[in-house]
C-alpha cells in the first residue's frame, strides 16, 4: 500500500543481527521507534531470514524449499491456492507445527539471526514473543477481561494489568465496545469483535510479530474491513504476516507479498507447496515476473 | 414490476403459466417419519412409566413404616427392629460419607487418567491405558467387595493406625482421623467405590476432553502456554461442565452400590466424622438384613430404598443445575 515500499528486495543487501545463540539476547527494544524503517529507500530491518525451508507431514512434503526474508513494520501477505503450503509456512515463524505430531521441519528460520528450529530453543519462549491470530476467532470461555489479560498473566506481567488490558483493547479498536462489559463472557461477542478480542488477546503481551491465519475467513466484508483498518494501525508497532485466501485482501493491506502455488513432486504421487514469487505488493499485481503469478492475481489460476 | 409490500400480499403472477406436471404435494413417504416418531414416543414414556410405577410400588410398601415412624425415619438413627423403631439416618449418613470419599479420591484420579490419555500419553500407550481402565468397570461388584474385605481390610488397618496414632490428636484433623481405627470402615468402603467409580468417570471425562476445540489449544499454546498452561487454561474450563456430570453419574453409582459396600462398610450404623471407623449404608443394610425382616421391618427396609433412590433423583437434579450453570456462565453470554 505505502509508497516508501523499497523495490526489488531480494537485491539488497541482509540487515540481520549477528547469530547469538538464545533468543534473549536479540530481541531488543523492538518498540522503540525505528524512524528509518519508514523513510524511502532504506531496507527495513529483516525479522525473519527463511533458509531452505522444507516441511514434511510423516513422509509427505508439503512445503519445499521457501526462501524469504520478512521485514520489520510491514505487513507480509501469504497468497495462493487451497494446499500450496502457506498456512504450513506461516506457522513456522511460532513453531506451532510443533503441535502436530507427525510434522518435521528442515532449513532454518532465523529470528534476527536465531534458528527457531535450534534444540536450545524453547518453543513457548518463540510463541510469548511472536503472537498469533487464526481463522476461526477463538476466544477461551472467560471474560474479555481474563481472556486480554491471558497472556500477560503467563508472561508474569501482573503489573499494571488492567492498563494493559485497557491498552490492548483500544489498539484493537474493540475498547468503545466492551468497556462496560470487561467482565462478561467473551462468548457473547459477535464473530468479528470475537477476532478483534483475539487480536487484542495477541498484541496485549505486545510481541514484536502477528501472525494471522486467515484472520477475516469467518467475517463478514465490514467486519473485515474493520480488521484491515486495525492492521494499519498497529503495522507502525508489530511486523505482521498474514495469510488469506483473498487476493485483494492482501492487495489492500500489505507491503509485499509471497505467492505460493502447489507443483506435483518429481516422483508425481502428490503436490507440494512451493514459494513462486516474493516481491512487493504493488509489483506482484501489476508486473508480477511469474507467469503462474499473473496467472493467479488476474484470475486466470490455472 | 411495482415493489411488493409484502410476500403475502402478491398474487401469483399471472404471466408465469402453472406447470401442471410439477406436484409437489406429499407422495406418502412421510409415513415413516409419523410412525417413527410414536416408537421414539412410546420409548421415551416407557422410562417414566416403569420409573413412576418403582417410585409407586416401593412407597406403597414401605407406607407401614414411613406411617409408623413419621419424619422420624428420616431423622431418627435408632434402627432397632427387635423394638420397632426405624430411623434411618444413619445409614444415610454412610451412604453420603462413604460416596463422598469415594469422590474425594476418585475423581482426581479419572481426572488425570483421562487427562493422561487425552493429552500426555504416547500415541502407542492411550490404547491399551484406556482398555485397562474400562476393564475395571467389568468387574462384579461382589469381587471388589470380597477383595476389600479379605485384602484391603487386613492390609489398610496398620495404615490406618499408623495415621490415627499420628494426627489422630491433632485438632481439626482428630474430627476426621480419630476414634479407634477399623478395617472396615467408611473409608474402606469409599477406596472400594473409588475404585469402582473411576472407569466411568474416567471415560465421560474423556470424552468431554477430546471435544475441546483444537482451536481453544491453540489459542493457549499461540500465546506461549506450556502444556499444563494450555490444560488448565482451555481444557478444564472448556469441559468442566462435562466433569461435573460425569462426577455425578460416577456419584450416582457410588451411592446405589450395594454389596461391595455391604462387606466393607462394617456394619455398625453409626453418624461419627470418623472416616476409619466401621458405618453402614441404606443399599448396605437393606442387602444385609433383607432376609431376616418381615412386617414392619421389611416395609422399613423398602422405606430405606426409597429414599436412597429419592437422594439419587435429588443429586442429580443438582447435578443437572450445576452443569448448566457452568455452560451458561462460560459458554454463552
Not at chain 1, 21 to 31: F, N, S, W
Not at chain 2, 20 to 39: E, K, P, Q, Y
Not at chain 2, 118 to 140: C, F, S
Not at chain 2, 243 to 261: F, H, K, N, S
Request: hydrophobic share 45%.
Amino acid at each position: 500500500m505505502t509508497a516508501e515500499t523499497p523495490p526489488e528486495p531480494e537485491d539488497l543487501p541482509m540487515t540481520a543481527d549477528a547469530p547469538s545463540p538464545t533468543l534473549d539476547e536479540t530481541v531488543g527494544d523492538h518498540h522503540a521507534p525505528v524512524p528509518e524503517a519508514h523513510e524511502p529507500h532504506l531496507e527495513p530491518k529483516v525479522v525473519f531470514d527463511v533458509q531452505d525451508l522444507n516441511v514434511f507431514y510423516g513422509a509427505f512434503k508439503a512445503v519445499r524449499d521457501v526462501n524469504l526474508n520478512i521485514h520489520q513494520h510491514e505487513i507480509t501477505a501469504f497468497i495462493g491456492p487451497s494446499g500450496c503450503g502457506k498456512s504450513t509456512v506461516l506457522r513456522c515463524f511460532d513453531r506451532m507445527n510443533d503441535l502436530i505430531e507427525s510434522a518435521r521441519v528442515e532449513g532454518k528460520v532465523l529470528y534476527h539471526g536465531v534458528d527457531l528450529y535450534d534444540a536450545r530453543v524453547d518453543p513457548v519462549e518463540v510463541r510469548k514473543r511472536i503472537g498469533m491470530v487464526f481463522q476461526k476467532p477463538n476466544p477461551f470461555p472467560k471474560s474479555i477481561y481474563d481472556n486480554i489479560a491471558f497472556g500477560p498473566r503467563l508472561a508474569g506481567m501482573k503489573d499494571d494489568l488492567d492498563d494493559r488490558v485497557e491498552k490492548a483493547l483500544r489498539q484493537a479498536a474493540l475498547w468503545d465496545e466492551v468497556k462496560d462489559r470487561l467482565k462478561k463472557s467473551a462468548m457473547g461477542l459477535s464473530g468479528g469483535q470475537q477476532q478483534r478480542l483475539c487480536i487484542a488477546r495477541a498484541i496485549a503481551v505486545e510481541p514484536e510479530v502477528v501472525l494471522m491465519d486467515e484472520p477475516c475467513s469467518a467475517l463478514d466484508p465490514i467486519a473485515t474491513a474493520r480488521i484491515e483498518d486495525l492492521m494499519q494501525e498497529i503495522k507502525s508497532e508489530y511486523t505482521i504476516l498474514i495469510v488469506t485466501h483473498n487476493m485483494q485482501q492482501a492487495a489492500r493491506v500489505s507491503d509485499r507479498t509471497a505467492f505460493f502455488t502447489t507443483e506435483v513432486n518429481p516422483e508425481g504421487d502428490h503436490r507440494t507447496g512451493v514459494l513462486v514469487e516474493y516481491d512487493s505488493t504493488d509489483k506482484m499485481f501489476s508486473a508480477p515476473s511469474d507467469e503462474r503469478t499473473e496467472n493467479y492475481v488476474t484470475g486466470r489460476f490455472g | 414490476m411495482p415493489p411488493a409490500s409484502s410476500v403475502a400480499e402478491r398474487a401469483p403472477d399471472p404471466d408465469v403459466p402453472v406447470d401442471a406436471s410439477i406436484s409437489l404435494a406429499s407422495t406418502g413417504g412421510r409415513r415413516g417419519d409419523s410412525i417413527f416418531r410414536l416408537v421414539a414416543l412410546a420409548a421415551g414414556l416407557l422410562v417414566l412409566v416403569v420409573l413412576a410405577g418403582i417410585a409407586f410400588a416401593t412407597t406403597r410398601q414401605a407406607w407401614p413404616a414411613f406411617s409408623a415412624e413419621g419424619i422420624g425415619f428420616l431423622t431418627s438413627s435408632d434402627w432397632d427392629p427387635n423394638n420397632g423403631k426405624f430411623g434411618a439416618l444413619a445409614f444415610i449418613w454412610g451412604t453420603l460419607l462413604s460416596s463422598a470419599i469415594a469422590l474425594v479420591i476418585g475423581v482426581p484420579i479419572s481426572i488425570g487418567i483421562a487427562l493422561y490419555t487425552n493429552e500426555m500419553a504416547p500415541r502407542r500407550l492411550r490404547r491399551p491405558v484406556t482398555y485397562v481402565i474400562d476393564l475395571l468397570a467389568a468387574i462384579p461388584s461382589v469381587v471388589y467387595g470380597l477383595w476389600g474385605v479379605l485384602v484391603l481390610a487386613p492390609n489398610i488397618l496398620p495404615v490406618y493406625d499408623s495415621i490415627n496414632s499420628a494426627v489422630g490428636d491433632v485438632p481439626g484433623l482428630s474430627w476426621l482421623f480419630g476414634g479407634k481405627a477399623s478395617g472396615r470402615s467408611f473409608m474402606t468402603a469409599g477406596l472400594i467405590l473409588a475404585i469402582m467409580i473411576i472407569p466411568i468417570v474416567t471415560s465421560l471425562s474423556r470424552e468431554v476432553i477430546a471435544t475441546v476445540p483444537r482451536s481453544q489449544r491453540e489459542a493457549a499454546y499461540g500465546m506461549g502456554a506450556t502444556r499444563w498452561e494450555m490444560i488448565r487454561s482451555a481444557v478444564l474450563p472448556w469441559s468442566r461442565g462435562g466433569i461435573v456430570g460425569a462426577t455425578m453419574l460416577g456419584l450416582g453409582r457410588a451411592m446405589g452400590e450395594t454389596i461391595a459396600v455391604a462387606l466393607v462398610i462394617g456394619s455398625n450404623a453409626q453418624i461419627t466424622t470418623h472416616l476409619f471407623s466401621p458405618g453402614d449404608s441404606m443399599a448396605g443394610v437393606i442387602a444385609n438384613q433383607w432376609g431376616e425382616s418381615s412386617g414392619t421391618y421389611s416395609a422399613a427396609l423398602i422405606g430405606l430404598g426409597v429414599v436412597l433412590f429419592a437422594v439419587t433423583i435429588l443429586v442429580n437434579v443438582i447435578a443437572r443445575r450445576v452443569v448448566r450453570h457452568f455452560d451458561e456462565r462460560l459458554k454463552v453470554a
